[in-house]
């Protein structure tokens, strides 16, 4: 509980920090639109063929969306004053559009050499993401209608309950059983074991690897897969699957999301052991790569907590998400490179690859483990983007509904 | 205990509703919904009626004082204290609460059965927002009240209800707080630990602790209680010193409750016969029948 002489405070030192942070957010999104732009431009074989040495973004390109934003900024501000009405998010919407159009055309005029398509490219991204930080969090927010810092440093006093709940709930998990650690690695080998072993032995049509064993193919995507599917599955039923307590006692609702994350994670990473000793046993050893998966593992969570705290608040209102849950991740399982490489999917339903952030994970999870190369960083733009505004978009949705939890429970 | 006066829990014009159709949460209402209104050829929603749990309620509780919250079943009573430990929002009005505060309402909510009885001390104290170094000087003796002496490192799955119920208490009462909310404490344990409690709280009480009871027993009330408040379907009926509240209360409940079941009068008879007739007509004259003989 804070007093409204703290909150007075905290507004008043807010607001001074708070031009700079709204400044830096546009500038985000706008540089989030660029890399999907660049992404998009880079890998999917549209427009004319790029020269070996062209520059996808400079730098120069970077300083001209600042100077838009804030030549944006001051129209805005400019019309404000005039005595144009707006609420804060609208005018956010329209500063990120018109900074949009001005870093669009300056950069035709100024840059020559950038691809015409990739701005477009950009111009479309950037109008799709602004509203999705602007105008569509406002109409969530909810009835106390605090902004996302307090909502963060609420749930960061509440850390400790977020460990031990967790130490509590993974250590209650495998503290029952009888051969009590080794259901720990058993039950992931022998999963993965089967599913390779049928995928690569039985069902194995017409997709050829190359030089390496299908079974480390396909594991490299499975694990990922794996966590992703778990936790989005947990994560949807995680709120209403506590409803005694939330009616009972407060606390940070999201901890909820964040203990189910967490526990996919732990189970999950007993599966990428017995992925470790499969491979080992398919002559596929462990490399220094490896050093890239927590930059994997991290931007696929950031996506994945965004969906869950979205689909976790979602399903207490409408009670049949967790179901529709299920069957989107059944079709989702085979439209993703899992079983078979990107490669296979025919040029004109490349689209679905594009659309996919899970798809551009899945072959670096794979550059990595398989091949042991450096993944594509410019593949990843896309996944990074997709994934904090989902996150933004999630969080800021889960926080208007928490409210509610409690009354419709 | 400087500033009596200083109020520590506070509310102001405190309304909260519930909307009938919030009820409905499955994609099945909606399409039946939507077909409904398709069908009607009607674009206005049905009106729903709005249900208020608490209406306009306002009052401020000082520093150290212990108030009795009473009332009927559904007056609003949980709704208040939900709004209190911040659990939901008012829909109007607002409230605030200074200090640390711990609730006497979910005993053992949130305990993870699989773990010992002193695990579920530190998680229980988390999930309340006191970190773990906080509770730690006080943990033998949250085991001491609760009396659960080597069974504290049993899983708390093992407990039987009353040590449940018992390790939750002891738990909530020793984290220290400045507000306690209470709802119902008489249903811990056996009679002695509940003398027990009582008397715990009456030193708590005596220490300073401001305290919001929610109970149906008079006695309780009249002895722990500086003051009580008495709320009747949502709406404050009275604030004020225990004793008056409470023989108004009881008077209320004599006169509308009691005093009609006792004596039936000629006009009651069309008045129990009232829900029954929507029912249907052929229901109806069933107890017009019964009812003739009685009533001379």
């Given amino acids: 509980m804070t007093t409204d002489l703290d909150k007075e405070f905290l507004i008043k030192s807010q607001i001074r920090v708070y031009t700079l942070l709204s400044f830096l957010k546009m500038l985000a999104v706008l540089v989030g639109a660029m890399l999907v732009a660049v992404q998009t431009r880079l890998k999917y074989t549209y427009g004319k063929p790029l020269g070996e040495d062209y520059q996808a973004h400079p730098i120069g390109l970077y300083l001209l969306m600042a100077l838009s934003v804030v030549v944006a900024n001051f129209i805005i501000l400019i019309l404000v004053r005039v005595g144009l009405k707006l609420t804060v998010a609208l005018r956010q919407l329209l500063i990120l559009w018109l900074a949009t159009v001005a870093t669009t055309g300056l950069a035709w005029l100024f840059i020559p050499a950038l691809s015409q398509l990739q701005l477009a490219y950009f111009a479309g991204a950037a109008v799709i993401f602004a509203p999705c930080v602007t105008v569509i969090p406002a109409m969530w927010k909810g009835s106390d209608g605090e902004p996302i810092s307090f909502h963060l440093a609420k749930l960061w006093s509440y850390r400790v ?47 050829t690897t190359s030089d390496v064993p299908f079974v480390t193919f396909f594991l490299a995507a499975l694990v990922p897969w794996t966590l992703f599917q778990q936790s989005i599955t947990k994560g949807s039923t995680s709120i209403f699957n506590q409803i005694g307590l939330i009616i009972q006692v407060y606390f940070p609702r999201e901890i909820l999301i964040l203990i189910t994350l967490g526990e996919a994670l732990v189970d999950v990473f007993f599966m990428f052991l017995a992925m470790l000793l499969i491979n080992a046993v398919s002559g596929v050893w462990p490399n220094w790569f490896y050093l890239y998966l927590p930059l994997l593992i ?85 996944p990074l983007v997709v994934s904090i505004i989902v996150l933004f978009m999630g969080y800021v949705y889960f926080k208007s509904k928490e409210d509610g939890f409690a009354d419709r429970l | ?269 069309p008045a129990t016969a009232d829900p029954v007739s929507e029912t249907g007509p052929e229901v109806q004259s069933e107890p017009l029948t019964l009812s003739t003989p009685d009533a001379p």
């Fill in chain 1, 161 to 207: 309950l977020l460990l031990i709940w967790l130490r509590y709930n993974i250590l209650a998990r495998y503290s029952q059983a009888t051969l009590g650690i080794l259901w720990i690695i058993l039950l992931p080998l022998a999963t993965s074991g089967v599913l390779a072993f049928v995928f690569s032995e039985f069902l194995r049509i017409g997709v």
């Fill in chain 1, 298 to 382: 991290l931007i696929q969570a950031l996506f994945m907590l965004g969906l869950m705290l979205f689909l976790g608040s979602l399903s207490v209102i409408v009670r049949d998400i967790p179901q529709l849950v299920g069957v989107v991740m059944q079709l989702l399982f085979y439209m993703s490179p899992i079983l078979y490489p990107a490669s296979f999917i025919p040029e004109r339903y490349r689209f679905i690859l594009a659309i996919n952030p899970l798809v551009p994970l899945f072959q670096a999870y794979r550059d990595v483990i398989v091949y042991a190369k450096t993944p594509d960083f410019s593949t990843l733009y896309f």
């Fill in chain 2, 1 to 269: 205990m400087t500033s009596p006066i200083e109020p520590i829990i506070v509310a102001e014009h405190v309304s909260k509703r519930y909307a009938q159709n919030e009820s409905r949460t499955s994609l099945r209402h909606e399409f039946n919904d939507i077909a409904k209104r398709f069908l009607k050829q009607s674009i206005a929603r049905k009106p729903v009626e709005p249900f208020w749990a608490l209406r306009d309620v306002s009052f401020t509780v000082p520093a150290g004082q212990t108030v009795g919250i009473v009332g009927r079943n559904g007056s609003g009573k949980s709704t208040l204290f939900r709004t209190l430990c911040g659990i939901t929002h008012p829909t109007e009005g607002h409230v605030s609460v200074r200090g640390r505060f711990s609730t006497l309402i979910a005993l053992g909510a949130g305990f993870n059965q699989e773990r010992s009885g002193r695990e579920n001390i530190y998680l229980s104290a988390a999930i309340q927002g006191v970190p773990p170094r906080e509770i730690e000087h006080a943990i033998h003796d949250i085991i001491d009240f609760a009396e659960l002496g080597q069974f504290i490192d049993l899983p708390v799955k093992r407990y039987s209800s009353g040590m449940y119920a018992r390790l939750g208490f002891s738990i909530a009462v020793h984290l220290k707080p400045d507000i306690l909310f209470v709802d119902e404490i008489l249903a811990v344990g056996d009679a002695a630990f509940q003398d027990k409690c009582i008397e715990r709280i009456l030193q708590m009480k005596a220490g300073g602790l401001t305290m919001l009871i929610v109970t149906h027993q008079t006695a309780q009330v009249m002895r722990l209680c500086d003051r009580a408040i008495w709320l009747h379907k949502g709406r404050m009926m009275m604030d004020g010193d225990t004793k008056v509240v409470m023989e108004k209360y009881h008077q209320m409940i004599y006169e509308t409750e009691i005093l009609p079941t006792l004596n039936p009068t000629p006009e009651p008879t």
